[in-house]
């Protein structure tokens, strides 16, 4: 399997995802059809447990879809083991959680540089300031996560997402843990390096608003997608 | 009140911790228990059954005579006796020849005085040994049929007499309180060792009167009369109380041994109560800073934590009692066949009360700290303690107690202890060790630290490895400071075993003599010579030998001179003495000068120089023995080193020629035969000396070899419980970090870590704490092995390295291997239930 950039970069077809609960099989996605051109961005709104987050998991190659196809930069999902859907992710994919997902054991600075030393990238560590200093923390890359800010953790979680220029970049909820000032700052800061790398942008989110900044605003509910449609420029 | 409902529902809400506390306080527990229970189940044995261990209420021991018909009517005054006769004798198959030292001893009409002789088939011990037509009944212990290839109804012969086996000895009562043996035990009726033609001049035979005292006679007024009738006695008295000293010495080695394992134990046991009571503690911490913020006093938090942890501390307690008391049986049930004594089984309250000691001193020393700490810490800190742990000050409440319940834990290991001087160094070293340990953990969290802010770009794993090791409440110095002092003990023990193998299988039979032959008489030595070298011996070298006793040390009767432990022994019985002109070929002299030839002063004699260090005497001094009935002062002419080892011709005491003139000595020879020669020389000689006895070294050796191998087995077992308490506390760790594993491992699938990835990240972390400390516990476990080789066995330490790096490469690999499995579910974990579930 040869990863390329084509047209489109995500593409998601009769996508089913039904997961085994408790009280017995759920139903989370149904019937998802979606594409996303490169260097796109698609805001994705919906309730909570619209299922938003497993579209997300399921682009990621995080969550197997039950049925359906799944194709992310010319790549098809089906038959990769998890390994190889984990070196896919780290050449292509950059992803921010609202929960900032930081290893606390780490400075800010070896955080970022995860994904360059899994790649075996030239000078990672080099790399990885750089993109801190992007974000505006090149003074605290020694310091742990739990040193920083909110805003801080979510900004080197923003500048490793972006470590290995990735052309794909899936965002669940980044501002969901953080005021509304912070979000902002936050949410500019992601669309500026979008617009520098000029790679496609998934953003979940359940601010209609924020998801208006996109290219495409899709809405799911109950695990179908009830409207996708442009943004008015 | 609201302590207690806080601590209820504490309890209820998480498990966290849990199993270490009682698990780690169960097996320290329940080892200690198991060794002080099983002691305690033998020692009463010992005490219940003293009089048939004995033989009888009192036993008075005469060496070469018989008591006379006066001073056997003295003893009858006092109550009924038993008398026999024991020697060491070759015992021969009368059919094809062969041949074997056998414990001969008669009997008479009256024995046993007490308990039961058990024979198979079942008869009378009168019958068995009765004399039919031309020959002798005898009953013997299976072994000698064994060895001699005999069974019941077949003919053997000692010395000129024949005797027909006519049972096999199931049960001596006395045989557990009878000297050290060498061969296997034939009875036989008294009137039949007077045809065997081996009571001659000088033959070492050991006479026995056993004594079962009159009612209305008590042991004290017995011992009085017979003090002021026979003053120096005659004999060697020993009464029901000092029925088996040897089995009681093994029992306090045994015992000390066991319980000093079962106390690292718990000692490495502690190190995992301490982490389960900080992961017990760690995961309350939200609630117990939510009460501080809702006003709970630092005190209400402390009692609830204190109580919580108590009801723990009390269920790992009475676990480990129950299971430790249990040990007596199992033990009975698997081993109770090779036990001298049968067990007196039962529970018993001291060993439990000692046990629990223990246990609730290793709670108090353990458990203090992060107890205190989490109530002493403010509410605020408590939210923010796993990113960055508060610097708690303590007041000096919890510093005190730790200090002094660490103290009792020391002081109450030597006050139970039989061997104080032992106990005392196990507490030195355990301090060192757990010093040395706590240092070596602190610094793999220095090193750790130190090397993952070098640049490690590209070796993220190992930049994983070490954050693991040094992050925030990371476990190390815990988990080396476990693992390290059961691997050193493993390495110690380990080295200890080896170094008694490498004495047994290799030195001691590469200078050794083949032989040694017993009561040459004079006129037989020519001949025996002669003989010998025909056959093929090599090297012959023979002493004059009687046995003496020893009465007084500058001139203080034994019974009140003061003797160290070491030398004890040597005043316990009678001892073989010898006489020379010149100093024997290997004497190393390490005092005074030896007698010149033809000396005819003074009685002298040369001693052992560990004998003279333990009865505090030099050149000069004087010791007075006992020889058939004689006192013979003797002044101390020189000290000799002996290197018992070797095996060769040695003797503690060799007296001046004069000491011993017209005493009826007999001889006895070491003899050097090259392997092939063996049977040669041992049949020859036997043909034409029957009434020499012979101990071939080989069997001693096979013997010695045996409770060495289950020495090796106890120590294997012993080590073992220290082990699994080790991999108890790594069981801790691994468990108490697996929810920060399971995220680490989550989050790096998503940043595109392969699992080969994480595994190399667990296999460095692991293998890191286990070389650690593995490197730390070689340099212990050699330090034990050299105090327990030198200090205790009095035996050469050699550095073994082959045995330090097959335990350490065996150590690491367990621990990698515990690493590996016990983090599998963090490698394994999918990712997307886990983001989910954040």
Redesign the interface.
Same mark, same amino acid.
């Given at each position: 399997m040869t990863a390329s950039l084509v047209d489109p970069s995500v593409l998601l077809e009769k996508v089913s995802l039904t997961l085994a609960g408790p009280a017995g099989q759920v139903n989370i996605l149904a019937d998802i059809d979606l594409s996303l051109r490169a260097g796109e961005t698609l805001g994705v709104v919906g309730p909570s447990g619209s299922g938003k987050?497993?579209l997300l998991?399921v682009m @990621?190659g =995080?969550?197997r879809a039950s049925s359906g196809r799944v194709k992310v930069a010319g790549t098809d999902f089906a038959g990769l083991s998890? /390994?190889r859907l @984990?070196? $896919?992710?780290? !050449?292509h994919m950059g992803?921010v $959680?609202q +929960?900032f997902?930081l290893?606390?054991? =780490?400075t800010a600075l !070896?955080n970022v +540089?995860?994904?360059l !030393? =899994? @790649?075996?990238r030239e /000078?990672? =560590?080099g790399q990885a300031a750089r993109q801190l200093e992007r974000v505006g923390l090149g003074h605290r890359l020694g310091h742990?996560p739990?040193?920083l800010s909110g805003g801080e953790q979510q900004r080197v979680a923003l500048a490793?997402a972006f470590a290995m220029r990735p052309k794909i970049l899936l965002a669940d909820e980044p501002t969901g843990n953080l005021d509304q000032a912070t979000g902002k700052k936050i949410i500019d800061l992601l669309f500026e390096l979008h617009r520098e790398e000029k790679n496609s942008l998934v953003l979940i989110t359940h601010d209609s608003s924020l998801a208006e900044r996109c290219d495409r605003v899709v809405r799911i509910e109950d695990g179908h997608i009830h409207a996708d449609e442009p943004v008015p420029a | 009140m609201i302590s207690w409902k806080l601590a209820w529902r504490g309890l209820r809400g998480g498990r966290s911790g849990w199993f270490t506390i009682v698990a780690c306080l169960m097996l320290g527990v329940g080892a200690i228990t198991a060794s002080l229970s099983l002691d305690d189940s033998l020692r009463r044995a010992l005490s219940d059954d003293a009089r048939a261990l004995l033989g009888g209420d009192a036993e008075l021991r005469l060496t070469y005579r018989a008591p006379s018909a006066d001073e056997t009517a003295f003893l009858h005054g006092f109550g009924d006796l038993s008398q026999s006769a024991e020697m060491r004798v070759m015992a021969r198959n009368s059919g094809d020849g062969r041949q074997t030292l056998a414990e001969l001893k008669t009997i008479d009409q009256a024995y046993p005085l007490f308990g039961k002789v058990d024979l198979a088939p079942a008869q009378s011990l009168a019958q068995a040994t009765a004399k039919q037509g031309e020959s002798w009944g005898a009953a013997a212990e299976q072994d000698l049929l064994d060895r001699l290839g005999l069974k019941l109804g077949d003919h053997l012969s000692v010395g000129s007499a024949d005797f027909v086996l006519r049972a096999v000895i199931m049960r001596e009562p006395d045989r557990a309180g009878a000297n050290f043996s060498l061969g296997p035990r034939l009875l036989v009726a008294d009137g039949a060792l007077e045809p065997t033609g081996l009571i001659q001049p000088g033959s070492l035979i050991h006479h026995l009167v056993l004594m079962k005292l009159a009612p209305g006679r008590t042991l004290a007024a017995f011992r009085q009369a017979l003090d002021a009738t026979y003053q120096p006695a005659p004999w060697l008295f020993r009464d029901a109380s000092e029925a088996t000293p040897s089995l009681k010495r093994l029992l306090d080695r045994t015992t000390l041994f066991l319980t000093l394992v079962g106390l690292t134990s718990l000692l490495v046991g502690g190190i995992g109560i301490a982490d389960g009571t900080t992961a017990f503690v760690e995961r309350r911490l939200p609630d117990i800073a939510k009460l501080k913020c809702l006003g709970a006093s630092t005190s209400v938090i402390l009692a609830s934590l204190v109580i919580q942890f108590a009801l723990l501390a009390a269920l790992g307690l009475a676990l480990g009692l129950v299971i430790g008391s249990g040990a007596p049986w199992l033990v009975m049930a698997t081993l109770g066949d090779r036990l001298p004594v049968e067990a007196h089984l039962g529970v018993s309250f001291l060993p439990l009360a000692k046990a629990a000691s223990f246990g609730i001193l290793a709670c108090i020393t353990f458990a203090t700290r992060p107890l205190a700490r989490a109530a002493a810490v403010p509410g605020a800190q408590l939210l923010r303690d796993r990113v960055a742990p508060a610097a708690v000050r303590f007041g000096p409440g919890p510093r005190l107690l730790v200090a002094l319940a660490a103290l009792a834990l020391a002081g109450f290991t030597i006050l139970i202890s039989a061997d104080r001087k032992l106990a005392v160094w196990f507490v030195i070293g355990g301090a060192i060790a757990f010093g040395l340990f706590a240092l070596g953990g602190r610094l793999v969290v220095t090193v750790a630290r130190l090397a993952s802010k070098r640049p490690l770009a590209g070796h993220l794993s190992l930049r994983l490895a070490l954050s693991s090791l040094h992050r925030p409440g990371a476990l190390t110095e815990g988990v080396v400071l476990s693992l390290g002092l059961g691997l050193s003990l493993l390495v110690g023990l380990t080295l200890v075993e080896v170094a008694l193998s490498r004495q047994i299988d290799e030195q001691i039979p590469a200078k050794a003599p083949a032989f040694f032959f017993l009561d040459i008489q004079p006129d037989q030595a020519d001949l025996f010579d002669r003989t010998a070298r025909q056959a093929g011996a090599t090297d012959i070298v023979r002493a004059v030998m009687i046995r003496g006793r020893i009465t007084r040390i500058k001139d203080i009767p034994v019974g009140q001179a003061q003797i160290g432990q070491d030398a004890a022994w040597a005043v316990k019985g009678d001892r073989g003495l010898t006489v020379a002109d010149s100093p024997p070929a290997d004497a190393n002299i390490v005092a005074g000068d030896w007698w010149p030839k033809d000396y005819d002063g003074p009685p002298l004699v040369s001693l052992d120089s560990n004998i003279a260090k333990g009865f505090g005497v030099g050149i000069g001094d004087s010791i007075t023995i006992d020889v058939l009935g004689r006192e013979i002062p003797l002044k101390i002419a020189s000290l000799r080193r002996i290197d018992w080892a070797s095996l060769g011709m040695n003797f503690t005491f060799v007296l001046s020629p004069n000491a011993l003139a017209g005493a009826p000595t007999s001889e006895i020879a070491t003899v050097h035969v090259p392997p092939d020669k063996e049977a040669a020389v041992e049949r020859a000689v036997s043909d034409a000396l029957p009434t020499i006895s012979v101990i071939r070294i080989s069997d001693a050796l096979a013997q010695l070899r045996r409770v060495v191998d289950g020495i090796g087995l106890a120590i294997r077992a012993a080590a073992g419980v220290a082990l699994l308490a080790g991999a108890l506390v790594l069981a801790a760790a691994i468990s108490a970090g697996q929810r920060r594993r399971i995220a680490e491992a989550v989050l790096l699938k998503v940043l595109g870590a392969a699992r080969a990835d994480l595994l190399r990240a667990v296999l460095w972390e692991f293998a890191i704490l286990g070389v650690s400390a593995g490197m730390v516990a070689a340099g212990v476990g050699c330090l034990i092995a050299w105090g327990v080789l030198t200090k205790v066995l009095h035996m050469e330490a050699a550095l073994l390295p082959l045995p330090v790096v097959l335990t350490l490469v065996l150590g690491v690999t367990a621990v990698a291997l515990a690493g590996l499995a016990g983090t599998f579910r963090a490698l394994q974990a999918r990712p997307a239930p886990y983001l989910r579930g954040e």
């Open positions: 987050s497993s998991m @990621a =995080l969550e998890e /390994d @984990a070196r $896919f992710r780290r !050449e992803i $959680f +929960a997902h290893m606390g054991t =780490l !070896e +540089a995860i994904p !030393e =899994l @790649a075996g /000078d990672p =560590l742990y739990g040193t490793r | -």
